[in-house]
C-alpha cells in the first residue's frame, strides 16, 4: 500500500535530500529560460511565460523521447553565454536549497557550447562561479559533474575529459558520459575513461536506461561508481542468472541515480506505479531517486518524494535510507558527505 497521506506533499518538501543527477541545461527556470531567449533573438514555441511552461508539459507526456529531446536545443542556445550559465547554476542550486537539498551535484557537457561562442574553461569557470554564489555553496555543499557526448569519438571525449582535469579540485567532482545510449556502449571510449580514473576524478556514467542490465556492470568495470539510472538491472531479476548479475553489482559498489519520472517520460518505464526503483530497492541494490532535467520533466525533488511515496509502496523510511545512500555515494569531500548525513538522520 502507498505510503501517502495527507501530509505526504509536506514531508516531501521537508524531508532533506540528496541530489546526484540533475542536469543544468534540462533544469532551467522557464521565466529564466524565457528572458535569455529573448535577449539572444532565439524563436521561442510560446509567447509566455505560461505558454513555453505548457509547451515542456506537453512534450514530457507526449510519450516520444524525440519530442521530449526538442526542448535541449533551445536550452543549450538560451544559456550560452557566461553570464547566462552562471545564472543558470546558480538558480538550479538555489531552487534545490529551496528544495531541501543539502547536498547537491549538477552535471552538463561544457563542450556542446563551443558551437555558439563560449570555449568549454569559460563555460565550466562561469557555472562553478555560479555554482559558489548560490545557497549550495561550491564543494562544501555542491559540486559540477562534466560530461561528455557518448555517440562522438573518442577524440572529443578525451577533450571533455581533459577539460574536466583541468577544473578537477576546483569544483568538478566527477566525469559522465551522456546521450544516446544504443549503440554507444562505454566501452568505446575505455582509453578516456582510464585517463579519468588514473588521474582520480570519480566517474558515473549513463548506463542501463536504454540498453540492457550488462551496460551497467560494463560502466563498473570501466571505473563507474555511480550510475546515471540503471533501470534495466531490474531485467537481472527475473533472468537466466540473476544472482551473478546483482553480486557483481554489489561487488563493484554501484548506486544507481535512478530518475523515476524522467524514465516515464522519456518511455524507460511505464509509470512511477511500476517503476523499477521498488524492486530494485528490495533486491538490495543501493540507489536514490532524482529529477534529472527539472524543466523537461516538470518536476522537482519534493514532486518526486511525493510520486515515490503516492504511487508506490516505497515508504518514508525508504526515502530517507536513499538520501543516506546517496550523501555516501557523492563526489562531494568528506566533510560534506558527513554533514548531510547528519542533517538526514536528525529528521523527523
Known amino acids: 500500500m502507498p505510503a501517502g497521506g495527507p501530509d505526504a506533499a509536506e514531508f516531501a518538501r521537508q524531508v532533506p535530500k540528496v541530489l546526484l543527477h540533475e542536469h543544468l541545461d534540462g533544469g532551467l527556470r522557464v521565466a529564466t529560460l524565457r528572458e535569455l531567449a529573448l535577449a539572444r533573438s532565439l524563436p521561442l514555441p510560446a509567447d509566455t511565460e505560461a505558454g513555453l511552461a505548457a509547451w515542456f508539459n506537453a512534450n514530457a507526456h507526449a510519450g516520444s523521447l524525440l519530442k521530449y529531446l526538442e526542448g535541449f536545443a533551445l536550452t543549450v542556445a538560451a544559456m550560452a553565454s557566461p553570464e547566462a550559465m552562471r545564472r543558470v547554476a546558480r538558480e538550479a542550486a538555489d531552487d534545490a536549497a529551496d528544495d531541501s537539498v543539502v547536498l547537491g551535484e549538477f552535471r552538463i557537457a561544457p563542450l556542446l557550447f563551443e558551437p555558439h561562442g563560449t570555449p568549454g574553461d569559460a563555460a565550466v569557470e562561469a ?146 506505479a511500476t517503476h523499477p526503483i521498488t524492486a530494485l530497492w528490495r533486491a538490495g541494490v543501493s540507489l536514490s ?49 558527513q554533514r548531510a548525513m547528519a542533517l538526514i538522520d536528525a529528521s523527523p
Open 127 to 272: 557555472m562553478l562561479q555560479g555554482l559558489a554564489e548560490s545557497r549550495l555553496p561550491l564543494l562544501s555543499h555542491s559540486g559540477l559533474i562534466v560530461c561528455a557526448m557518448r555517440h562522438e569519438d573518442e577524440a572529443a571525449t578525451r577533450r571533455a575529459a581533459e577539460l574536466a582535469l583541468r577544473w578537477m579540485g576546483r569544483g568538478v567532482v566527477g566525469f559522465d558520459l551522456a546521450g544516446a545510449e544504443v549503440g554507444h556502449p562505454p566501452s568505446k571510449h575505455a582509453r578516456t575513461l582510464a585517463l579519468v580514473r588514473e588521474a582520480g576524478l570519480a566517474v558515473t556514467l549513463h548506463a542501463g536506461e536504454a540498453d540492457s542490465a550488462e551496460r551497467v556492470l560494463e560502466a563498473g568495470r570501466l571505473g563507474a561508481r555511480r550510475i546515471g539510472h540503471g533501470v534495466r538491472l531490474v531485467d537481472a531479476l527475473t533472468g537466466a542468472a540473476p544472482a551473478a548479475l546483482l553480486d557483481e553489482t554489489r561487488a563493484l559498489g554501484l548506486h544507481l541515480e535512478v530518475c523515476p519520472t524522467s524514465n516515464v517520460h522519456t518511455g524507460a518505464a511505464a509509470s512511477v
Open 289 to 337: 531517486y532524482h529529477t534529472d532535467n527539472r524543466l523537461m520533466s516538470c518536476v522537482t525533488p519534493s514532486s518526486e518524494a511525493e510520486a515515490l511515496l503516492r504511487e508506490t509502496p516505497l515508504t518514508r523510511d525508504d526515502l530517507r535510507a536513499m538520501a543516506r545512500q546517496a550523501a555516501a555515494a557523492s563526489f562531494l569531500p568528506e566533510a560534506a558527505r
